[in-house]
T-cell receptor, first 115, second 113 residues
Framework: DGGITQSPKYLFRKEGQNVTLSCEQNLNHDAMYWYRQDPGQGLRLIYY???????QKGDIAEGYSVSREKKESFPLTVTSAQKNPTAFYLCASSWSLEVVTGELFFGEGSRLTVL | AQSVAQPEDQVNVAEGNPLTVKCTYSVSGNPYLFWYVQYPNRGLQFLLK??????LVKGSYGFEAEFNKSQTSFHLKKPSALVSDSALYFC???????????FGTGTRLQVFP
């Protein structure tokens, strides 16, 4: 089945540690995104990428980093510089960055808790 | 600034009754509007979108939404609610500057048997 796979589903981290969240898609989509979801705040865009080896900062990129070495993979690293990293992280993909051309497909999310 | 608002944190409705989840927007020019649904601990799923054309848009799972330009609204509706419709619903609008989606804060729909 085609889709987006995020791992791990749950992750616990001590303060000061970097963690990397995995996102893999087999939909052959060009564009990929990372969102952060906090209760009562909706979704906020962290990073997005249209093609391999290219990515752009979203609205809340500080304390995060990404890479896009393969079309199907877009891992997110939450660094120790992120002041409030506890959140639900969602990866998404679409055929292109142009919103009008189609909807976003989301993974099932990764819940990160900093202890 | 472009934005989208969902004025209700939660909507409660009895099974079989019609449901409405409200969304208003503020954008310059013609809006591109979307509804997504999120079930517990899952990602979002696309329901429907309005780009242009008929003001009544039909989507997945029997949902529809009505675009009202004069009221700058895009309310989600369903004629007869199911318990399985209970979820978190997000309205979104395209940011014309970045061509990215701006999501609302979400409305939790609770359908009681």
């Amino acid at each position: 089945d085609g889709g987006i796979t995020q791992s791990p589903k749950y992750l616990f981290r001590k303060e000061g540690q970097n963690v990397t969240l995995s996102c893999e898609q087999n939909l052959n989509h060009d564009a990929m995104y990372w969102y952060r979801q906090d209760p009562g705040q909706g979704l906020r865009l962290i990073y997005y990428s249209q093609i391999v080896n290219d990515f752009q900062k979203g609205d809340i990129a500080e304390g995060y980093s990404v890479s896009r070495e393969k079309k199907e993979s877009f891992p997110l690293t939450v660094t120790s510089a992120q002041k409030n990293p506890t959140a639900f992280y969602l990866c998404a993909s679409s055929w292109s960055l142009e919103v009008v051309t189609g909807e976003l497909f989301f993974g099932e999310g990764s819940r990160l808790t900093v202890l | 600034a472009q934005s989208v608002a969902q004025p209700e944190d939660q909507v409660n409705v009895a099974e079989g009754n019609p449901l409405t989840v409200k969304c208003t927007y503020s954008v310059s020019g013609n809006p591109y509007l979307f509804w997504y649904v999120q079930y517990p601990n899952r990602g979002l799923q696309f329901l429907l979108k309005y780009i242009t054309g008929d003001n009544l848009v039909k989507g997945s799972y029997g949902f529809e939404a009505e675009f009202n330009k004069s009221q700058t609204s895009f309310h989600l509706k369903k004629p007869s609610a199911l318990v399985s419709d209970s979820a978190l619903y997000f309205c979104a609008v395209r940011d014309r500057r970045t061509d990215k989606l701006i999501f609302g804060t979400g409305t939790r729909l609770q359908v009681f048997p």
